[in-house]
């Protein structure tokens, strides 16, 4: 009887979740180098942060979830703006190989299969799928792309949708549950010419006096400072601004003397970390990195390894 409730609840909230139904949509090239295959690449509102923002009013139930009449769900349902996305998502649940979905310059190539989740929390139903990115035909990165939790006590569904449009990667989360639905995160990412996922830009949507609060984040915009004195106690000084990746400046005191860089731009290696080309006419001696490691940072490169032989990677304090 217990099994017959559960699964009486989760068919419930099923039917809550806005289900969706697969357009019929061919495959187009792009171009002789590049193409995404439309039949796997998601629904692309889930880009459109316009979209995104209308989800959390549209979707709030104005009544009981389960005192509605059936009207009512329907009504709910239509002015929700989950039920304009017409790609089917649960067609994901089922496939049981690797599908080649898309192909860029530089030999990458896109590829989707279902993955099991590190953590489910207890869910009573779990879905989960990856978009694997190769290069060469050798793997160079990958990203979860979908996923579904059904917990049926909690009443609540989770759920990750994405949008793939050649090299950028949309991602968005939601949660529904007896009030409604609401987002929980929306992010960007882009494909580098290695293969490797950067993340562009991130919203987090929080809760606070029943207002949705938007944070756009920017991991590496602040100030930094390096001092290191080698052993003929001469002393290197970094003082690094970030406003954007494409607007940094570098200062540097070497032995007393100051150079000062600016205009600069940042190259993000990955998720982690970004190359910084401070003085071209240097060679190597002109480059650093930086690297974030949880709330850690770090700076390395041949300057670095010049003051410290034999230590290239240094802590670095982030001021600002």
């Known amino acids: 009887m217990m099994k017959k409730q559960i699964f009486y609840i989760i068919a419930i909230l099923c039917l809550f979740s806005c289900k969706k139904t697969q357009e019929n949509i061919s495959k187009t090239t792009i171009s002789n180098e590049l193409f995404i295959g439309k039949i796997w690449n998601g629904d692309v509102?889930?880009?459109?942060?316009?979209?995104?923002?209308?989800?959390?009013?549209?979707?709030?139930l104005s009544t009981t979830f389960f005192d509605r009449s059936e009207k009512q769900i329907k009504e709910d349902d239509s002015k929700c703006a989950l039920s304009k996305i017409k790609f089917d998502y649960d067609q994901l649940n089922s496939i049981n190989k690797k599908i080649h979905i898309?192909?860029?310059s530089s030999g990458i190539e896109l590829f989707i299969k279902n993955s099991s989740p590190i953590s489910t929390n207890n869910a009573d139903l779990s879905y989960q799928a990856t978009l694997y990115i190769e290069k060469n035909k050798t793997l160079s990165d990958s990203i979860i792309v979908y996923q579904s939790f059904n917990y049926s006590e909690a009443l609540t569904v989770k759920t990750k949708y994405y949008y793939i449009d050649k090299d950028n990667i949309y991602?968005?989360?939601?949660?529904?549950?007896?009030?409604?639905?609401?987002?929980?995160?929306?992010?960007?990412?882009?494909?580098?010419?290695?293969?490797?996922?950067?993340?562009?830009?991130?919203?987090?949507?929080t809760k606070e006096n029943n207002t949705v609060v938007q944070n756009n984040t920017n991991v590496w915009?602040?100030?930094?400072?390096?001092?290191?004195?080698?052993?003929?106690?001469?002393?290197?000084?970094?003082?690094?601004?970030?406003?954007?990746?494409e607007d940094v400046m570098v200062n540097v005191t070497e032995d007393r003397t100051k150079n000062n860089y600016s205009n600069l731009k940042a190259e993000q290696i990955d998720n982690e970390k970004i190359k910084i080309n401070y003085d071209e006419s240097a060679g190597d001696m002109g480059i650093i990195y930086i690297e974030k490691t949880d709330n850690n940072y770090f700076i390395s490169g041949s300057p670095i390894y010049f003051i410290n032989p034999g230590n290239n990677e240094m802590p670095?304090?982030?001021?600002?």
């Open 221 to 245: 915009k602040g100030s930094y400072y390096f001092e290191a004195t080698n052993k003929d106690n001469i002393k290197t000084i970094f003082n690094i601004t970030i406003n954007s990746l």
């Open 316 to 320: 670095l304090q982030k001021t600002k």
């Open 45 to 60: 509102l889930i880009s459109n942060l316009s979209f995104v923002n209308s989800i959390d009013s549209s979707c709030k």
């Open 102 to 104: 898309g192909k860029l």
């Open 171 to 205: 991602l968005l989360d939601i949660a529904e549950d007896e009030s409604g639905a609401s987002v929980e995160k929306w992010e960007q990412y882009k494909i580098n010419t290695s293969g490797k996922t950067l993340l562009v830009k991130q919203k987090l949507f």
